[in-house]
């Protein structure tokens, strides 16, 4: 029997997005950033095992935007980002 219980996401997001962002977390690193498209494109395909969504999500980037962070290209691929608490 699996378990149903699916972990909380945080308001703005749903699980799939975090994956994803996640995703390009794990193969972009800390050192990237500020970036634009074809730094992190170039920064990806230094990893063998990067797969080829977090590729395809980092082709979709518009061309001549600076990204500051992973959030910032969360938020550029459309995907749920978490709410700003004030």
Do not use: Y
Not at 16 to 37: F, N, T, Y
């Amino acid at each position: 029997m699996t378990d149903p219980h699916q972990p909380a996401t945080p308001p703005g997001t749903d699980e799939g997005d975090i994956e994803r962002r996640s995703a390009l977390a794990e193969h972009l690193g800390k050192e990237v950033w500020p970036a634009d498209r074809d730094q992190l494109i170039a920064k990806a395909q230094e990893d063998a095992t990067v797969p080829d969504r977090v590729l395809a999500d980092l082709r979709r980037l518009p061309e001549g935007q600076q990204f500051e962070n992973v959030q910032d290209v969360a938020r550029a691929l459309g995907l749920g980002t978490e709410q700003q608490r004030f």
